[in-house]
């Protein structure tokens, strides 16, 4: 068995197929800033020719995935993937609206 319990192989086999679906800075993203980062490495690494870029871009691509669904990333724009902090009251609506809302009001 190798070392890496043959993971890599599969994401090595998987690489062409998902690649289709991520064209280069396609998209912008927004939020955790880690992850912001990884983004970043990948494309300076998609700049050069670099031995196992594809494997840095896989496991950023699975990290994106994760970090959307919880609203973790966001992306500036998209109605599904949207800042989740963007359908929250300010505070002067909430000042106006806070003891209606805390009553069971809703106006």
């Known amino acids: 068995m190798p ?3 043959g993971h890599l192989a599969a994401l090595d086999g998987s ?3 998902l690649r289709q679906f991520t064209p280069q800075d396609a998209v912008g993203f927004a939020g955790a800033t880690e992850l ?3 983004v970043e490495i990948l494309r300076d690494l998609n700049a050069t020719v670099t031995a196992y870029r594809h494997y840095w871009e ?3 691509l699975l990290a994106l ?3 959307l669904r919880p609203g973790d990333v966001f992306v500036p724009g998209s109605r599904r993937y949207s ?3 963007a359908s929250l009251l300010t505070l002067a609506k909430w000042a106006d609206q806070r003891v209606d ?3 069971g009001r809703v106006r």
């Open 83 to 85: 800042d989740p902090a």
């Open 3 to 5: 070392r890496d319990h």
């Open 15 to 17: 690489y062409g197929y």
């Open 36 to 38: 912001l980062e990884a």
């Open 58 to 60: 896989l496991c950023t």
């Open 65 to 67: 995935r994760d970090g």
């Open 101 to 103: 809302l805390c009553r």
